[in-house]
């Protein structure tokens, strides 16, 4: 869209000095068209200096979003060590939990066994 204008903005500039040539039209004519001309690539040349300005703003604001998405991406790293830790910490545990919860169900069965044992005395069995 833009590019389109500025063809137009170029070619009303530059037809409108080939035309004066072309007429050979008085002094204060061509100083006119002169002065319109200036006037336009001023208007022009503003525009232009406006539209950086606005790209630069934007480009300095994403730097700074970047800037703010790296540290926190970076914070985020350090948690993620740490959860992965803490996710380690609690399988151990887990696996030992189970160990003592199997331990101890072998060693509740052992003694009630062994009171039974002693407790009936069962004669077909080996004493």
Not at 19 to 36: F, G, I, P, W, Y
Not at 79 to 99: C, I, S
Request: proline share 1%; hydrophobic share 40%; charged share 25%.
């Amino acid at each position: 869209m833009s590019e389109l204008r500025q063809r137009k903005n170029r070619n009303q500039l530059f037809d409108n000095v080939s035309e004066t040539n072309l007429k050979a039209s008085s002094a204060d004519d061509d100083a006119k068209a002169v002065t319109t001309s200036y006037l336009r690539t001023k208007a022009m040349i503003q525009q232009e200096l406006h539209r950086v300005h606005n790209v630069t703003n934007v480009i300095d604001q994403d730097g700074k979003i970047l800037q703010d998405t790296s540290r926190t991406h970076k914070g985020l790293g350090s948690m993620v060590k740490n959860a992965r830790k803490t996710l380690g910490v609690l399988k151990r545990q887990d696996v030992q939990e189970a160990l003592v919860f199997w331990a101890a169900l072998v060693f509740f069965y052992l003694s009630a066994l062994y009171v039974f044992w002693t407790r009936m005395r069962i004669p077909f069995l080996l004493w």
